[in-house]
């Protein structure tokens, strides 16, 4: 059992950055997947992730936010990262991170054991 908390997330204009957090702890010692996901106002959950990073580090992120998005981790005391450049309205989202427990990343959501509350990010205009 994994049990994921977010934070970080805020109400920043466009063009900010924001970082976010997410900090795992339970059966931290299994290689998982971590992977961050959003849902829109009013929108379903985005089916795939938005970044992801596999246990041994390698990094994944949707063609939609490539470039602004930067996925990482601190290994030794099992936080996740998401760090957001020049935020856009359309960013406006609640934040979840995800967990998939095996070595390889995965992109549906479907797929991933574990989710945290979610942080909330909110970018005006």
């Known amino acids: 059992q994994v049990r994921l908390v977010e934070s970080g997330g805020a109400s920043v204009q466009a063009g900010g950055s924001l970082r976010l957090s997410c900090a795992a702890s339970?059966?931290?010692?299994?290689?998982?997947?971590m992977a961050w996901f959003r849902q829109a106002p009013g929108k379903e959950r985005e089916r795939e992730a938005i970044?992801?990073?596999?246990?041994?580090?390698?990094?994944t992120y949707a063609d939609s936010v490539k470039g602004r998005l930067s996925i990482s981790k601190d290994n030794a005391n099992f936080i996740l990262y998401l760090q957001i450049n020049s935020l856009k309205p359309e960013d406006t989202a609640m934040y979840y991170c995800?967990?998939?427990?095996?070595?390889?990343?995965?992109?549906?959501?479907?797929?991933?054991?574990?989710w945290g509350q979610g942080t909330q990010v909110t970018v005006s205009s």
């Open positions: 339970g059966a931290t010692y299994r290689p998982y997947c």
């Open positions: 995800a967990a998939h427990l095996g070595t390889g990343c995965m992109k549906n959501g479907a797929d991933y054991d574990y």
């Open positions: 970044a992801s990073i596999t246990s041994g580090g390698s990094t």
